[in-house]
């Protein structure tokens, strides 16, 4: 697990993947029992959960396209899944400022990063554009090489 070792203030707010609301959403998923009650918590508004527009976009893509899922939905299906998302008062949709585009082209030759793997990259960047140091997700060794954040699947309870 990657541990915060910037001198930047943190954030309240903890990041959430996007495959944890697929998860979330999908009960034959090995991970939905934790997923759910990790999503669910984002109807209180004490939550301090944040996502970013591409997490919407990606459970977007995600939930549409019959070969990454069991039963794909319909636009409308998954336009109103998405909505529901950005109804929780307790998740904050996070901007993307230019400076984040910045950061990840700084990350990405950093870290060597290419392919789809630049998508994390951006995820990280904004997290750090705003201070954030937690991402909640089920796939932490994607995350791993980056020590600025601390990485954590949804707990299983």
């Known amino acids: 697990m990657a541990t915060a070792t910037t001198t930047l203030p943190a954030s309240p707010l903890s990041m959430v993947d996007t495959n944890v609301?697929?998860?979330a959403l999908y009960s034959?998923?090995?991970?939905h029992p934790a997923a759910y009650r990790f999503v669910?918590?984002?109807?209180?508004?004490?939550?301090n959960l944040c996502i970013t527009p591409q997490i919407v976009t990606e459970f977007y893509s995600t939930i549409t396209n019959?070969?990454?899922v069991t039963s794909a939905f319909s636009v409308e299906e998954a336009l109103q899944e998405v909505e529901k998302i950005l109804a929780y008062p307790g998740i904050t949709l996070l901007p993307v400022p230019i400076e984040t585009i910045r950061r990840w082209i700084v990350l990405a030759r950093q870290y060597q990063v290419s392919r789809g793997d630049i998508f994390d990259?951006?995820?990280v960047a904004t997290m750090l554009e705003h201070q954030v140091r937690r991402l909640y997700t089920f796939n932490v060794d994607d995350f791993i090489i980056y020590p600025d954040i601390e990485v954590l699947e949804p707990p299983t309870l």
């Open 66 to 68: 019959p070969r990454r």
């Open 28 to 31: 034959e998923e090995v991970q």
């Open 40 to 47: 669910t918590q984002a109807e209180s508004p004490d939550a």
């Open 21 to 23: 609301f697929v998860s």
């Open 121 to 123: 990259t951006q995820l």
